[in-house]
């Protein structure tokens, strides 16, 4: 069974390093689709990601240790086996099964070339209940049968190759029955596909949800949160290339640092009409519903509420770097300063990060506290 589990396990690191890489994009694209998060589509999307990985590292790993693989195999050695249906026969070689007693059928499943051919089927047999996924409907099997059959056809070409020459001799054959078996397999799986898709809302139902939150113009909270992370970071950036650009101090960082968030947060979306970069990706923008003059000044208040969280911050690491030799007068009070200070500055992250919990997560209709003290609302209309 090692032969089977390590390729598996190898797909799980791979796969969680990739779900690290990916999550963040994946619910920007996400929530810019459908204003929400679709569990059905997230757990869908990420198994097939998990599976394909398993699926690949199960056709090539274990990997040979040397690339001169020739140098171990005899020279009559045959990279191909171009007999359909050879399984059967290697099945009931010296296996002791006699069709006319059923007593020795239990054999079949004693032989290891049963079990190579049963795990062969079932290899890209979910790979046609995901295909069922995305075509919907039953019409669709021979693109499903296309489908399939092209990538068994790349896993056999990959091993017979040595992937791709990397290995300068195959170290597996390039078997015909594997392309049969695995093709049957994805076909089966694409016709039984609505027996493990009724347990998941058909794609119809999640565009519905989609649709009637766009009507009723609801923007929800992990979108503005997404959009400010997108301004954040898009700010990060430019305040590093600046800053790498110039002569980097203290003082120069934070005068950077304000006019990028100033242009970010008030001079970009007062001149595109309520939109900041991020908002624009995620498809919404800022409006007081009043009038424009109005909607003008309170996106200043908006920012003046993420500038005074930076501004904090700010002046809460300058206080907790100050250095005030031992022998002076004012040492202590330096202590005590840098210790409030970081509790300060602790009490507020915390307090920071509940909030944000509870307006994306809570039942209750809050607002971030940039949006409510400014007053801004959120809407998807031009």
Known sequence: MTAYTQPIYVAAIF???????????????????????????????????????????LVLLPLPEIRDTCSLQKSDTQHFSLVPFQFVANTFENSGIVLTQPGTYMQLFKQPSFYQAFFNFLLLLPFGIYLRYFFQEKKYWKKALGFTFVLTLFYEITQVTGIYGIYNCAYRIFDVD???????????????????????????????????????????????????????????????????????????????????????????????????????????????????????????????????????????????????????PYYKSSVFLTLGTWIIFVTLTIVLFIHVMLVVFGKEKRRFYFDEASDLYTTRKK
């Open 178 to 328: 594997d392309l049969m078996l695995n093709t049957s397999g994805g076909v089966l799986g694409f016709f039984i596909a609505p027996a493990v898709l009724a347990l998941f809302p058909s794609k119809q139902k999640v565009k519905a949800k989609a649709d009637k939150l766009l009507a009723h113009d609801e923007v929800k909270k992990m979108s503005v949160l997404l959009a400010i992370i997108i301004d954040l970071f898009i700010c990060k950036i430019v305040i590093r290339i600046v800053l790498i650009m110039s002569n980097v101090n203290e003082v120069s960082e934070f005068v950077v640092s304000t006019i990028v968030l100033f242009v970010m947060f008030f001079f970009i979306p007062l001149h595109w009409s309520g939109h900041t970069v991020g908002t624009k990706i995620m498809r919404f923008r800022y409006d007081s519903k009043v009038c424009r003059a109005e909607t003008n000044k309170r996106l200043f208040k908006r920012f003046g509420a993420i500038y005074a969280m930076y501004f904090i911050t700010v002046i809460a690491s300058t206080l907790n770097n100050m250095e005030v030799p031992m022998d002076s």
């Open 15 to 57: 796969f969680a390093i990739l779900v690290f890489m990916l999550f963040i994009p994946w619910l920007i694209y996400t929530y810019r689709k459908y204003n929400h998060l679709p569990l059905s589509t997230t757990i869908i999307t990420f198994s097939f990601i998990f599976y394909f990985l398993s699926a690949l590292f």
